[in-house]
């Protein structure tokens, strides 16, 4: 059986186109995931720097266990939700509308959004 010659340009051009392809797919599907894995539950009024607890405005229900994101794709940090305060008293859950105390172990901004993780594949968390 006789082998079909291809030139070094073809091969390569193959090669590139492939992995263009294998990119686009593998970016699609980090995309999906991203979305698909958490949804908005509040977003941070306040954040206290000296005890590192944010104040939260929640638009969807939180309870503790719960893992949450706050902040931008690029810096967000991920973490379980220890505890939970509506005016100083501790709470296990908290309702859409409420305005809520939790302590946080890195600082977030005012503004910032606060997601629930609903997907708990290939979680990272934060130190």
């Known amino acids: 059986m006789a082998k079909k010659k291809r030139s070094l340009d073809s091969i390569i051009e193959e090669f590139e186109d492939y992995e263009k392809e294998k ?39 939180l309870d503790i266990g719960d893992i949450i994101e706050i902040g931008s794709e690029d810096e967000a940090i991920r973490q379980r939700v220890e505890s939970i305060e509506i005016d100083k008293k501790s709470v296990s859950h908290a309702e859409p509308g409420d305005s809520i105390g939790i302590k946080l172990k890195w600082k977030v901004s005012k503004g910032d959004n606060v997601y629930k993780i609903v997907n708990l594949g290939r979680v990272e968390f934060a130190d």
């Not at 699609?28 to 005890?51: C, L, M, S």
């Open 23 to 61: 990119r686009s797919r593998r970016s699609e599907t980090e995309n999906t995931n991203r979305t698909a894995n958490k949804i908005q539950v509040g977003r941070i009024e306040q954040f206290f720097d000296k005890i590192n607890v944010a104040a939260v405005k929640l638009s969807d229900p």
